[in-house]
């Protein structure tokens, strides 16, 4: 068994602008927050060791810009991902409503094998603020539709609920790596390869 | 008859097709109407055929269909190869081996189709007098590769090197490959003289294009046929070069040209008040621009000045204006900005409610100025006013251009500009001047980006081959590590006084266009010991970028961006690729003539008479690349 072997797990944070991707990030790492981040530019991460059922596990969490355009070159950050953390803000409905492009944008860009069984996490965030928009239960009915993703009400700011939802998101990262060492296509191309083989002898068999 | 075993595939059949030009033998079926088919023989060496018989043929038609089909193809293909194959018994029957067909061309409306042997001639022309030809066509481009000629939208030309498996097996990796963003004739021949000319930076810039793959899986990708036609052509061309080439000059080809030294550029003293002034005129026009902008590059703009002088970089102002036409323009443009931000100020709340694009650009401006410098005195501080005036500048500039809107990134270029302004409509104008600049880098499709990125790639693998394989082999070829300097031009890299003397620097677009992307590459090269001997990969090439932030010397990076501009232009191998991005004039037309010489088709395809060589060439290589 390969239990002892140091583990990486790589974590990508999507999210509209300003739900507090680069702000839980930060919180969870550095244990800090500001209302004077930036918003993000291309991408970075932070990588932080944890204790998850007594494994040492390193996590990197990968924060990516929110504006819907710069999602197009997002691929070459979501690959090999092993949990997908979608964050919404509790007072901007508009935030909740595109959770499923997020969600659907990174199955397609990401392609993992088992895309039904890919651990997401919902984070509903700023719940310290007022006007609260979103209710829990409808944030936890659309996770139920999504094959049960785990929920956490979080606050970046009041550091609420973010060491016990990155726990969480380490747990579901790591249980899905051991289950599946592969999750992703290991050899894409040779399959691709079977693909172009049968269409060329079905379509393209011509004036030979 | 054994040919009566033959097995016939009827393929396309159409009535009503009148005949109204054919050979000689068929002169008596000249504007009859009749049956138009495609028809394949299996068991035979010539496969396909296009077949015509006359629609009046109702006595024993059992026997004519019959023996119709059953005629044996072999013998008149090489007899007639290249033209029609004549029967005396049947010469009603016309038939055309599908292999004798070089092109058609459709007229009147897909009403008239005519057959070409490719030597000039036509083999037949047919009028579809019910309905079209179009169902025709399809099934022709179906069986056969076509491509649409460049002469002439109405012609299809055939291409007919189907049958070498080897050259199916290149076709598909280069396919594969997808070297050919848009896949067309120039590039090809582009990639082909390079492989010959600078075979090193060429594999280079073709591997790069490989991370497309890596990245997405590949996809099967169908080649264009004129591609893989020139591809096909030019691959033949280059062996006969071979075969004829001397040891000497197989060395060529391992030999890395070398670039001169590295030469040191120290930065000058910025341009001052008293120069400023000593350069305009009594009546205020600035008479030597090019002089203003060669202090600039060389020194930037002393503080003291700096605001007036952005406003000409940024064609707020104009050089040649004289005081009074000046008033006249700010005057203008003080109206216009106010009446533009009076649109969005007066919007009420209904129209907001059912402007879903302007609610969601103001939502997002909302939170970027919230975000932007707020470390900066200026912005510092809740409800700081300053705010409000960043806020009003980027509303009123999603309504000036309402195609780009508000996108990230924008708000820190404004930042600056406003801090030095410290008015709104003078920061307004500022702001759209720099836009115009790199409005590109906002795209919808993220293209002026991704295109930046790829000359990036080039740059660096023309300048550090061996850096650029490095960054290959380390799934970093795509350059994604720079996205954020070439998003907001080094804003969030530098202090605000520095991200200032960059811009000014850039702006005076000296020594040449797309100097940013040398500024890229003179950072990456004093990063690139760090990257390499780490054995550094995608990840962390851009943790380390993205942790230079902060630590940049600017002067430095300016200067040594310099020296290997000069670098550069004195390589004796300069490509015409490098030429294009920065904005040299190309090397003639060496690819284009060569290509007319090694094949005549393709050149009469790819040029025509009124093409403008210069610029054909540079939307060649800026195809390619």
Redesign the interface.
Known sequence: MATRKKVLLKVIILGD??VGKTSLMNQYVNKKFS?????T?????LTKEVIVDDRIVTL?IWDT???E??Q??G??FY?GADCCVLVFDVTAP?TFKSLDSWRDEFLIQA?PREPADFPFVLLGNKVDLEPRAISTKRAQQWCQSKNNIPYFETSAKEALNVEQAFQSIARNALTQQSQSVDLY?EF??QI??T??TN??SNGDS??? | MEDNHEEVLEIFCQDGVQILTAPAAYISQLNNVGTLMIVEYPNSNVTRCIEWKPIDLTIDSDVQDQEWTVVSTVRRRRTYSGSLPVDANRSKHLKINMSDIKSFRVARKNQKLTFRDGKGDDLCTFVFQHGSCEGLVAVLKGILKTFVSRRDKHVYCILDDERNPERQQLDKSFAELNLFQEQSSPYVWKLVKNFQNRPYETTMEAFSKITDIVYRGAEHRLMDPEVHNILHRSLEAIENNTTTHSHEEYEVIAHVPKLPALKEYPRGRPLSLEQWKALQDSEGQVEDVDAVKLVIFRGGIASNVRKEVWKYLLDYHRWKYTHSEQANLIKQRNEEYFIMKLQWRSMTKIQEDNFTDYRERKSLIEKDVNRTDRTLDYFAGDNNPNLQVLYDILMTYAMYNFDLGYVQGMSDLLSPILYLMNNEVEAFWCFVGFMNKVSSNFDMDQAGMKEQLQHLNTLTAFYDPEFANYLYKHDSANMFFCFRWLLVWFKRELSQQDAMRLWEVLWTDLPCQNFHLLICVAILDTEKHILMENNYGFTEILKHINDLSGNIDVSAVIGKAEGMYNQIVDAEHLTDAVRIIIGLPILGNASVIDSKEASPDISDLTLNGDTDEVSYENALTNSFL
Do not use: E, M
């Not at chain 1, 530019?41 to 991460?45: C, E, L, Y």
């Open positions: 602008s300003g209302n004077q981040y930036k918003a530019i291309g991408a970075d991460f990197q810009a929110g504006q355009r710069f197009s070159l691929v070459a690959r508009n392609s296509n894409p191309d691709k390869l693909n172009t269409r060329n011509c004036a030979c």
